[in-house]
């Protein structure tokens, strides 16, 4: 075995987008393009002479390859340790929980999420820093920076596969190589936040879940917790076997995505609870039967109803939310007199703020939700904070649903995706709809009037960086708010979000459909953005 300096020139590209850097799959596996991305990240730390990392990834195709280069390049670099997860798997959260427990000096996480996977797919890879989290935008900046400048990244040759199979410790070169339980650090941490004997309780009296693992990474956390450890009867949990390719899917837990399960949740054979989780297990979708909880009302039930859990039975110091998701936490964290904080989408946003213990909640309209126990958002969290509560307040989720509307009004809320429109017509709207936005005030637009509009920027009130650009914002006097974005985790075209929603707390109209009661906020966002026309589209092609 030798370590290898090899030439290599850069790679134009290589640039994290809002969780990391996806490309296709194919563009991850050209000579070079990896190596030449990780040699970036260890040099941007500073280098990994010594330090001990964490790996793991989502498993989709070459996740297992991606896996023994990195190991080969941290040897040849100098690391001391890697902690990998057995068979190169672990979920988003779980390397979040590891590095965490085992104050590791950061890690890399192999995900492109819910993008789909294979070798026609999506690849994606990470760097969270040593708090558990996502790199802040000062790292991914120089990552990238390096990855313009490289002249050539070191590996080891002449060294075998390391059997990552078995767990246990091996030595590849200099470094230790040390494969670990990919679920139990993380399951330890979940048994000290819930009340597990409560959650076994609501099992043993007969309530039935259905927990979609869409073919990703989360099938074996939920089955080993749900099913083996709190009683979920066997089959609970469906589609438990992570595929390479995630059996063809879209591992995107929303409503267009994770039809079948939407689909019993809304039949005559719904059980009391359903949920699914996304690619590498960080996301969540929640249902009761016939009722589907929109994210932001996830997280604003959650953070109303917390203390039930034993991890949060001293209160929340605060709730913090991306932009693009409705104001219903803010609304409860108004009541509770605590903090509550807007951030720029994306994980990496949040971190500061838990880290500061200004917050002990966290969400996104896309289906994420976490608390300072990590610094991701965390899937199978979700799902046993709402079992915890279930547990205890021993309600449907339609009935818990209904009270918190009643106790703090409804922001009907809907996402609308545009999905592989062309760039540059995208990118020309966005253009367009910035520079009108001086002149939206006063106007009206199918029946809303503009009352403000601005190009959303946020200055972190932890260290004060600046992040300008996040999402167009458009509020209407009607106490409604259309949001235009782009998104940052595609790898082919571009994806055109528009977030709509719509405040409303007379009590006869609780019970609306979202689509009918948001027709106004969608119309309006049309007319002013002129997407029909300009991207050639009838309509979105996901609404959540
Ligand atoms: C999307 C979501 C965002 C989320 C991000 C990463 O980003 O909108 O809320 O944080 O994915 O989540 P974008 O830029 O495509 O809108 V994950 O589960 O893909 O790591
Ligand atoms: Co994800």
């Known amino acids: 075995m030798a370590v290898n300096s090899v030439q290599t020139t850069p790679i134009e590209g290589q640039k994290p987008g809002t969780s990391g850097l996806r490309k ?64 190169g798997i672990l979920s988003t959260p779980a390397a979040s929980a590891v590095i965490r427990a085992r104050k590791t000096d950061g890690g890399l996480i192999l995900s492109a999420s819910h993008n789909p996977a294979g070798e026609d797919g999506d690849f994606g890879l990470k760097y969270n820093i040593p708090a ?129 399960l939407v689909d019993l949740m809304m039949g005559p054979d719904a059980p009391d609870f359903g949920a699914a989780s996304d690619g590498d297990g960080d996301r969540n979708l929640i249902l009761g039967r016939g009722v589907y909880v929109t994210p932001s009302d996830s997280l604003a039930v959650l953070t109303a109803n917390a203390r039930l859990a034993p991890g949060y039975a001293a209160g929340l110091k605060g709730v913090a939310r991306s932009m693009p998701t409705s104001r219903a936490a803010d609304r409860v964290a108004e009541s509770l007199g605590i903090n509550a904080f807007e951030t720029p989408t994306g994980w990496k946003f949040f971190g500061t703020l838990l880290d500061a213990g200004l917050v002990t909640l966290c969400g996104e309209e896309s289906a994420g939700t976490g608390s300072d126990h990590l610094r991701e958002k965390d899937g199978l969290w979700a799902v046993l904070l709402w079992l915890n509560i279930l547990a205890r307040r021993r309600e449907s989720v339609a009935a818990i649903l209904q009270q918190h509307w009643r106790d703090y009004g409804r922001d009907y809320y809907t996402r609308h995706d545009y999905e592989g429109v062309d760039k540059d017509a995208a990118e020309a709207l966005m253009a367009d709809l910035r520079a009108g936005l001086a002149g939206l005030p006063e106007q009206s637009f199918a029946g809303l009037t503009v009352s403000a509009a601005d190009d959303f920027a946020y200055t972190d009130p932890v260290d004060g960086s600046t992040t300008t650009g996040q999402g167009l914002r458009v509020f209407f006097q009607e106490n409604a708010r259309a949001v235009f ?37 969608v119309a309006a966002a049309g007319e002013i953005a002129g997407i029909a026309g300009r991207l050639g589209r009838d309509g979105p092609d996901v609404r959540t």
């Open 24 to 87: 296709q799959t194919r563009v991850f596996m050209q000579p070079a393009y990896l190596e030449n991305y990780v040699q970036s990240i260890f040099e941007a730390i500073g280098g990994v002479m010594g330090k001990t990392l964490t790996l793991g990834g989502d498993g989709r195709y070459f996740n297992s390859q991606a896996i023994q280069t990195i190991l080969k390049m941290a040897a040849a670099n100098g690391a001391a340790r890697v902690l990998v997860g057995q068979n």
């Open 132 to 260: 558990g989290g996502p790199a802040p935008e000062g790292i991914t900046e120089a990552i990238y920076k390096r990855s313009s400048e490289i002249g050539e990244y070191r590996i080891l040759e002449g060294a075998g596969e390391v059997d990552l199979s078995v767990c246990g410790e091996t030595k590849l070169g200099g470094l230790a190589v040390e494969v670990i339980d990919p679920v139990a650090i993380y399951a330890d941490l979940l048994r000290s936040l819930f009340d597990f004997g409560a959650i076994r309780d609501l099992f043993a009296s007969g309530f039935t879940l259905r927990f979609d693992a869409m073919h990703a990474v989360t099938g074996p956390y939920a089955k080993a917790i749900l099913e083996d450890e709190l009683g979920a009867p066997a089959g609970s949990v469906v589609n438990a076997t992570p595929l390479p390719d995630f059996g063809g899917g879209h591992p995107d837990p929303n409503p267009v995505y994770a039809k079948p």
């Open 485 to 521: 974005r782009l998104s940052g985790t595609g790898t082919v075209g571009a994806t055109l979000r528009v977030y709509l929603e719509r405040f409303e707390d007379d009590p006869a109209r609780l019970d609306g459909d979202p689509q009918v009661m948001l027709a106004e906020v």
